[in-house]
Nanobody, 122 residues
């Protein structure tokens, strides 16, 4: 059974940084695409960033130049480094895994984590 467990969320001031981690288990991590999504209260879930099994990345326009997605296949973990945070980045951040990179880019995934809250104060 696939499990995705996020960590690293919290409260930070605008302009600050956080690094989210997502530990995966249940199947061979290096074979799967990973993504980070977020959902703010009253808003739809949106893709933040995605990474192929081979390392190619994709970013939503709203985080380009500020956020970096990476993966450590030896640790079965995907990361989201978030810099220059803004109050509008406040949301629950979810980790996701899918066999297809294109599925994550389209907004879907086979498996989801429980989410971690990120709150950016002004």
């Amino acid at each position: 059974q696939v499990q995705l467990v996020e960590s690293g969320g919290g409260l930070v001031q605008a302009g600050g940084s956080l690094r989210l981690s997502c530990a995966a288990s249940g199947r061979t991590f290096r074979n799967y695409a990973m993504g980070w999504f977020r959902q703010a209260p009253g808003k739809e879930r949106e893709l933040v960033a995605a990474i192929r099994s081979g390392g190619t990345t994709y970013y939503g326009d709203h985080v380009k130049g500020r956020f970096t997605i990476s993966r450590d296949n030896a640790k079965n973990t995907v990361y989201l480094q978030m810099n220059s945070l803004k109050p509008e980045d406040t949301a629950v951040y979810y980790c996701a895994q899918d066999s297809l990179f294109s599925s994550i880019i389209s907004g879907g995934a086979e498996y989801w984590g429980q989410g971690t809250q990120v709150t950016v104060s002004s």
